[in-house]
């Protein structure tokens, strides 16, 4: 079991940068591969970007190359999300999610994942 809470959400004006936190609880956040998914209202949850196990790959979806950008701490046992040049579409909740890294993943795809956070507001205002 793992227990995810993200943070660092808020309202911010179109083109600027939000840093999101999700912190993990236990001692094998090392194990689990991360990502992020968002969901605004009346659309289903996708996929944003994910990081592997040591950090060493990191995935993003098309609509936010370039501008996020995912990362981890395995001793904090801390994932983010770095957010920059914001647009009101990115307007959502934000989920953290994580997986026990024991069989081959895309990443991208939600029923890869087996713990998720409880979500952070993240608007941006035009």
């Known amino acids: 079991q793992v227990q995810l809470v993200e943070s660092g959400g808020g309202l911010v004006q179109a083109g600027g940068s939000l840093r999101l936190s999700c912190a993990a609880s236990g001692r094998t956040f090392s194990r689990y591969a991360m990502g992020w998914f968002r969901q605004a209202p009346g659309k289903e949850r996708e996929f944003v970007g994910a990081?592997?196990?040591?950090?060493?790959?990191?995935y993003n979806a098309d609509s936010v190359k370039g501008r996020f950008t995912i990362s981890r701490d395995n001793v904090k046992n801390t994932v983010y999300l770095q957010m920059n040049s914001l647009k009101p579409e990115d307007t959502a909740v934000y989920y953290c999610a994580a997986r026990y890294s024991d069989s081959d993943l895309t990443y991208k795809a939600r029923y890869e994942y087996d713990y998720w956070g409880r979500g952070t507001q993240v608007t941006v205002s035009s």
């Open positions: 990081i592997t196990r040591s950090g060493g790959s990191t």
